[in-house]
């Protein structure tokens, strides 16, 4: 069983995941969200947390390329990453079993 504040953490990955799909969040603050979730958790098993981090570290290096290189926006191939990535975790949260919490901020 999940405790609550793991359960805590992953409705709250789930909120920055939407925020980011939808534009209301850039990658800096995604990314490093996520990664702060993700090392908060607890009790998550270590492969799935894992298995997130991966997806994470991709956004990461595909935004750091395209910094390094100077670019304002990402190229075909890297948005081809960044859709996989952003797939890959959305399928990560929807495996694990988060119970609904009795007080949620909305």
Do not use: N
């Not at 191939?77 to 949260?93: N, P, S, V």
Request: with cysteine.
């Amino acid at each position: 069983m999940i405790s609550e504040f793991d359960a805590r953490q992953l409705r709250k990955m789930k909120l920055q995941l939407a925020a980011f799909q939808c534009g209301e969040l850039g990658p800096e603050g995604f990314i490093g969200d996520m990664d702060f979730l993700l090392s908060a958790m607890e009790d998550i098993p270590l492969e799935w947390k894992q298995r997130a981090h991966e997806f994470v570290v991709t956004l990461e290096e595909v935004y750091a390329v395209a910094l390094d290189l100077g670019h304002t926006e990402i190229d075909e191939q890297g948005r081809r990453f960044i859709a996989e990535a952003i797939e890959g975790i959305h399928r990560c949260l929807e495996e694990i079993q988060i119970p609904e919490s009795a007080e949620e901020d909305c």
